[in-house]
């Protein structure tokens, strides 16, 4: 058995399903992986997900493309790459509570955002107002990131970043009415999210080890789209309390699993979509060029 760790971006939800999928049904190690998962609750987000990988304590890290971006362009360059993604479609939005009466994103001039200090977050978010007619002029505020989504339920901020597919399910699960924006009505052309990073120096060393991975995590995933009264019951082993007690799990799937990709999709990331993202990036001269030419992604292990 080949021991590997992968990173969570986030306390257990329904982004991660497939690994936990396969980790308790035996698909890793049919595959010869012994797979563990690092929450970050271990360390309260002491280091990304993106740091772990850059320390080794981490095979594989989940996190935005960005991350791929940034990982490649700091000063300690590291050889990360994208080889597989949970989501075909980006499923998040920018949500205000209803009774802050902010009924598009122009109406974000002069609020407050809850950022989680990703990279180019801020400067998206911006460009969201900009492209509704605001300014642009939002107050930032970066709160512990694993209270964000609280820090707007207490209406300590007025916006943050949401994933419609747990947050969004857990404020209709708990009669909380939002406003939402998605980034692609703005036309902002955001990329992959979350996807599953590794580093290409690694990639040589245990191509069949990674490959057999890959191959594991896509039959979870997939076995999520089709068994989905056992999948919520295997996800639940894994959720904190206060997740189990306030999310409904069967709608977060019901809302996800065609997200999750076919037979010939799971996994795969789209040339087009990644260069529209990388392009969009320089164009609004959040990168330099340079990033059109860096081999960033890679389907390679899927195949």
Known sequence: MTTLKIALDWTPNINHIGFFIAKELGFYEENGIALEIINPLDDNYTLTP????????????????????????????????????LLQEDISSIASLKSNNLTSPKLLDNKIYASYKARYEDKIVKELVKNDGGSGNIKITYPNKLGIWHTLIEGKADATWIFDNWEGVEATSKNIELNTWRLKDSGIPYGYSPVIIAKKSNIKKFKNAYASFIKATRKGYLFATKNEVEAVRILNNYLTEQDQKNINIPKTLAVSKSYFGTNNTCGFMNVAKVDLFLNWLVEKKLEDAQILNQHLFTNELLT
């Open 50 to 85: 993106g740091k772990k990988l850059e320390l080794d304590v981490a095979d594989f890290a989940i996190a935005p493309f960005e991350t791929v971006i940034s990982l490649n362009n700091k000063k300690n360059k590291v050889d990360a790459i994208a080889i597989f993604t």
